[in-house]
């Protein structure tokens, strides 16, 4: 971006481009080069973790004192030994393995009493039927007045 100054035509640069800015000029935490995940208790370089990982290990001044002072160690996960998304689930119906746009979003959350979409629609239209009133004769259900 440049502009017509006083002196002539000058160029404006943002601070972070040109490595004089001010941003992180006073941090006193040393950088990590790399983290220990809990569960396969290897030292690995920072990015076999996830962002969200990251900021857990590391200190935060914003935080609560007791954030950074937790007495138990945080439970830091590298992207191998976290789980994975779920992407698939299987209807307790039908018993068939269904992507998630099968099921809706409550169904979802209790993934072990799942029912597809197509199988609560199947179910709602039966329900519909049983609550009808059959009647094999053409009196009053309601007694006589």
């Known amino acids: 971006m440049s502009r017509q100054g006083p002196a002539g035509k000058f160029r404006i640069q943002p601070a972070f481009q040109d490595g ?4 992180g000029a006073n941090d006193q935490s040393p950088k990590l080069k790399s983290l220990r995940c ?3 208790s290897i030292d690995k370089p920072l990015d076999a973790f996830s962002q969200t990982q990251i900021q857990k290990a590391t200190f935060n001044p914003y ?26 689930l299987t209807c307790m ?7 998630l746009e099968s099921f809706a979003k409550v169904q979802r959350k209790h993934a ?5 979409l197509k199988c609560m629609k199947k179910r709602e ?3 519909l039927d049983d609550s009808e009133y059959d009647s094999d004769d053409d009196s009053d259900p309601y007694g006589p007045m």
């Open 20 to 23: 004089y800015g001010t941003q």
């Open 38 to 40: 809990v569960f396969c």
């Open 63 to 88: 935080a609560p004192p007791s954030y950074n002072k937790g007495t138990k160690a945080k439970q830091i996960s590298c992207k191998q030994c976290t789980a994975s998304v779920n992407s698939t």
């Open 93 to 99: 119906t039908c018993t068939k393995t269904k992507p």
């Open 112 to 116: 072990e009493k799942a029912r597809c």
């Open 125 to 127: 239209e039966e329900d």
